[in-house]
C-alpha cells in the first residue's frame, strides 16, 4: 500500500472512530508530534488514547493527500466545537509500511487543551 493510500485509510478510521482500525496503521513505537504546541506522542497505546479521548465535538475533513511508497502528507480541516483551521500532517513509514512517524503542522501557535497531560510530553 503506498503511503497516500494508507493516509487515506488513516482519515477515514479517524473520523469513523474506528480506533482498533486506526491503531493496527500505527508501527509500535510511533512518534507524533505537534511543534506549535511543542508536544510530542509516543507509541501506539498514547498515540490512540490521545485521538479517541480528544475533547470537544470535532471533525476531520481530508482536502489533499499525497505519497509516494514511503512518505506523504495531508492536508486538512480539523473542526472543533464549530471552530476550523487548516492543518498539514507529513507521515513516514517503517520498513513494514506503518505509520512511524506523524507531524502536524497548524496555523498558529497555540496552548495545548487541560486532560492530555499524562499522554504527551512538552518539548
Given at each position: 500500500?503506498?503511503?497516500?493510500d ?33 508536544e ?12 479517541a ?14 505519497g ?24 513516514d ?10 507531524t502536524d503542522?497548524w ?16 518539548f
Open positions: 500500500m503506498s503511503a497516500a494508507l493516509i487515506s485509510t488513516f482519515w477515514k478510521n479517524v473520523s469513523a472512530r474506528d480506533w482498533a482500525g486506526f491503531g493496527a496503521l500505527l508501527a509500535p513505537d510511533v512518534v507524533y508530534e505537534m511543534p506549535q504546541t511543542r510530542r506522542v509516543r507509541g501506539r497505546e498514547a498515540y490512540v488514547r490521545f485521538n479521548e480528544y475533547p470537544g465535538d470535532w471533525i476531520v475533513e481530508p482536502l489533499r493527500i499525497v509516494d511508497d514511503r512518505h506523504g502528507a495531508s492536508y486538512i480541516k480539523f473542526s472543533v466545537d464549530g471552530v476550523a483551521q487548516d492543518g498539514l500532517c507529513f507521515f513509514l517503517d520498513d513494514a509500511g506503518l505509520i512511524a512517524h506523524l503542522f496555523p498558529q501557535s497555540y496552548e495545548p487543551p487541560p486532560g492530555r497531560e499524562h499522554l504527551v510530553e512538552r
